[in-house]
């Protein structure tokens, strides 16, 4: 499996980005998608989940600002996170993330969001 992340980029406090994750190779092998962030000197963590079946978990720090939704129907399994309201601590490299159901873990290479305020 391979995820490719795409749509980071710099934006101002208040602003919003929508990322974009497509997912390549063994598609029906995969359970859940979702994003990981790592700012500077920090450790990677949670943002969002979203199952197959469309069950969504969320950050605390980003819940009524960040939307996460996933497109099963396509050849191409993707998963996006709408991203609204931004504020500086939201920067960081966005990493898209997927379990398979035998609960194989895959990573993307990352997306860089900056928020300035």
């Known amino acids: 499996v391979q995820l490719v992340e795409s749509g980071g980029g710099l934006v101002q406090a208040g602003g919003s980005l929508r990322l974009s994750c497509t997912a390549s190779g063994s598609i029906l092998s995969l359970n859940t998608m979702g994003w990981f962030r790592q700012a500077p000197g920090k450790q990677r963590e949670f943002v969002a989940r979203?199952?197959?079946?469309?069950?969504?978990?969320?950050a605390d720090s980003v819940k009524g600002r960040f939307t996460i939704s996933r497109d099963n129907a396509n050849a191409k399994n993707t998963v996006y996170l709408q991203m609204n309201n931004l504020k500086p601590e939201d920067t960081a490299v966005y990493y898209c993330?997927?379990?398979?159901?035998?609960?194989?873990?895959?990573w993307g290479q990352g997306t860089q969001v900056t928020v300035s305020s």
């Open positions: 979203i199952t197959r079946g469309g069950a969504l978990s969320y």
């Open positions: 993330n997927s379990v398979s159901w035998t609960g194989a873990v895959y």
